[in-house]
């Protein structure tokens, strides 16, 4: 029994023996790991800083106050590689304290400048070793806003094609001139500008291109965007550049008549035109005008005919579309003379005319109205002045008091193939 109870001693001594053996290696370790730790973190080492925005202070400045501004690059960075103590370089927030910056103290004219890079850094603790970029080249000059005319400048590229009989007529611009905005020096280069469009498809109608503004210096030498790279169009929708193409075909003029009896509805009014035929250009989007046989030059009241032989003139100026003619004009011939003519007394019709408070018809019949048409219905036996009436026009007409001169409009009652030439009126007196 007694031995049992020593050996149980024993075997409790030897396990603290041992937990008191790993204690002492443990601590061991961890001083050796402490040191070692303590070691490299106060260990002097070289860490490069990429990326560190170079600052212009350009508010302010020396050449902000002389009116100049800042042109081109502008935003530089450089890599900057520091010595210090491990444990300050490690930090995550160390390079926040450094900055990189020039100085614009010297810079009073208009100019490219090349400035040295000042790299500093807030923790005195640390030495600055290296930086990749020494200097950075700077631009300043004054801005001046100029209005230049512009003219278009078409290039025909492979796969451009105009279809035959299809023209392609002058171009027309969205705007006259442009506003460019930039450096006094490069804009001392520029002498015109051109509205450039490049056509490389087939042209079948007119369109519409926005264009490429493009510069040009002395001698038409076109500038590269390198010379002129910091001149901005101050033009906001551009300039577009409408190319009409046309087609040419010959058609017939024609005339329309206005106040035409019933009867000439059916029958229409002969008459002849020089010349017979006008070549025309027509947009080659109108297919309607391009299917057509004729064209209107024009209208020819049924007032204004009497009865003789006569030439009416058109003017192909104004008219919507171009005539390739060397006239200028067409005449018109219309030929009456075979028409009679006779003089009625018409009387003045008021039923359906709604008389203003105060008016009064002084003019009760109307004389000497011509009304002409074929012979055997003018001069029918039973065709007199009950033949036709007049009935005055208010609608446009202002009264006033006293005594007012209204248009009446003549109306045949069985004459269907005959007019009235001319223009009647009546008066009406108004009291107030």
Request: net charge negative.
């Amino acid at each position: 029994m007694r031995k049992r109870d020593n050996e149980t001693k024993e075997n409790r001594r030897r396990f603290l023996d041992r937990n008191y053996i790993v204690f002492i290696l443990s601590l061991v370790i961890a001083v050796i790991l402490w040191i070692g730790v303590s070691m490299f973190q106060t260990t002097e080492v070289d860490m490069t800083f990429q990326n560190i925005p170079v600052r212009v202070p350009f508010e302010g400045s020396m050449p902000a106050n002389n009116g100049l501004e800042l042109f081109g690059e502008t935003e530089y960075t450089v890599d900057v590689t520091v010595s210090g103590k491990s444990y300050i370089l490690n930090d995550s927030n160390f390079s926040s304290k450094l900055e990189a910056a020039v100085s614009l103290s010297n810079v009073r004219d208009a100019g490219t400048y090349t400035l040295p890079v000042i790299v500093t850094c807030s923790d005195t603790n640390v030495e600055i070793t290296n930086v990749t970029r020494a200097t950075v080249s700077l631009y300043f000059d004054e801005t001046i806003e100029r209005d230049y005319e512009v003219v278009e400048e078409i290039v025909e590229k492979e796969g451009y094609e105009l279809p035959e009989g299809y023209t392609r007529e002058n171009p027309r611009l969205s705007t006259d001139t442009v506003t460019l905005v930039g450096p006094s020096l490069e804009m001392g280069r520029i002498f015109s500008v051109r509205a450039r469009v490049e056509l490389d498809k087939e042209l079948t109608g007119t369109e519409s291109f926005q264009s490429e503004i493009m510069f040009y210096g002395s001698n038409s030498v076109l500038l590269t965007r390198s010379q002129v790279q910091n001149v901005t169009v101050k033009n906001e929708d551009g300039v577009t550049v409408t190319l009409p193409v046309s087609i040419t075909t010959t058609l017939k003029p024609t005339v329309d008549f206005t106040g035409l009896p019933a009867y000439y509805r059916q029958h229409p009014v002969e008459y002849t035109t020089d010349p017979d035929m006008l070549t025309v250009i027509i947009p080659a989007n109108d297919s309607d005008t391009f299917n057509a046989k004729e064209i209107k030059i024009g209208t020819i009241d049924f007032s204004e005919i009497d009865n003789v032989s006569r030439d009416y003139t058109f003017s192909l100026e104004g008219q919507n579309y171009t005539f390739r003619e060397e006239t200028k004009s067409v005449r018109v011939h219309i030929d009456m003379s075979s028409m009679a003519k006779r003089w009625l007394t018409v009387a003045v019709d008021l039923t359906d005319v709604t008389m203003p408070e105060g008016a009064e018809l002084v003019t009760q019949s109307i004389s000497s109205v011509q009304v002409i048409g074929p012979e055997a219905s003018v001069m029918a036996q039973g065709i007199g002045n009950d033949e036709a009436y007049a009935v005055p026009q208010l609608d446009d007409v202002e009264l006033h008091a006293g005594v007012n001169t209204v248009p009446v409009k003549i109306y045949l009652r069985t004459l269907t193939d005959a007019w009235v030439r001319g223009t009647y009126s009546v008066e009406i007196r108004v009291t107030e």
